[in-house]
């Protein structure tokens, strides 16, 4: 299985309102990854884990909250987002650094609009 | 000045033409990945590099690491190969786990 499942594909929500993207993946890798992509650029890092740890945060303001509750699973919740947060919110994850390098496991993305 | 430079960054191809797209990086890298987005937003990733060159099908990647250069060449293109490309390395840091990203660049095959 070398999937990284991100839910929902789509989501719609209102400035008020608290949800929250998931992210899934049993490849055994311990550092995941979020990142954010407005159309046409390339994705923003916004954080990495590492052993389910933080050990990355891009700046990102507070209204996004990451959180890692065990090794398979990657969490971001959202709240009080504004309409400039609207973007394509990305999952990937990899094996804790090593030398030579490791792959990089993308999901496919969670297309989120803040009406 | 971006960490990760690529070129084109808008590329149209007849069907059957080779393609080149370039990626040049400033920082010190563990391995460089040539990743493919189509629309819809998942991204794929084709190849991970630390040193000399692969080949999956008809996509060769090569890397060049005292010039701190790779590409990506595709063979024999087909419009199924339109999607954007992006490079993206992975810096040498302490923590090692950080990438950073080029623009991309969109390739659009026609029939």
């Known amino acids: 299985d070398t999937e990284v499942t991100q839910t929902p594909k789509h989501l719609v929500m209102g400035m008020t309102n608290k949800k929250s993207l998931k992210c899934e993946q049993h490849?055994?890798?311990?550092?995941m990854y979020w990142y954010k992509q407005k159309a046409k650029k390339p994705p923003e890092l916004m954080f990495v884990?590492?052993?389910?740890?933080?050990?990355i945060n891009e700046s990102v303001p507070s209204r996004f909250s990451p959180e890692c509750p065990n090794s398979s699973l990657l969490n971001l919740h959202l709240h009080a987002l504004q309409p400039e947060d609207s973007a394509l919110y990305l999952c990937?994850?990899?094996?804790?650094?090593?030398?030579?390098?490791?792959?990089?496991?993308f999901g496919q993305g969670t297309r989120l609009t803040v009406v | 000045k971006n960490e990760v430079e690529q070129s084109p960054q808008n590329l149209t191809a007849q069907e059957g033409e080779f393609i080149t797209i370039n990626c040049s990086y400033s920082?010190?890298?563990?391995?460089l990945h040539w990743l493919q987005q189509h629309p819809g937003g998942g991204i794929v990733s084709l190849f991970m590099?630390?040193?000399g060159k692969k080949k999956h099908g008809r996509l060769i990647a090569t890397i060049n690491i005292q010039e701190k250069h790779s590409s990506l060449h595709i063979t024999a293109s087909h419009p199924r190969d339109s999607a954007v490309y992006i490079c993206?390395?992975?810096?040498?840091?302490?923590?090692?786990?950080?990438?950073?990203f080029g623009t991309g660049t969109s390739l659009t095959v026609i029939p």
């Open positions: 990937a994850s990899s094996q804790v650094f090593r030398k030579g390098g490791t792959e990089a496991f």
């Open positions: 884990y590492s052993y389910e740890k933080l050990s």
């Open positions: 920082v010190g890298i563990s391995a």
């Open positions: 590099l630390s040193s």
């Open positions: 490849m055994g890798h311990r550092a």
């Open positions: 993206a390395v992975r810096s040498r840091s302490n923590t090692g786990n950080q990438f950073y």
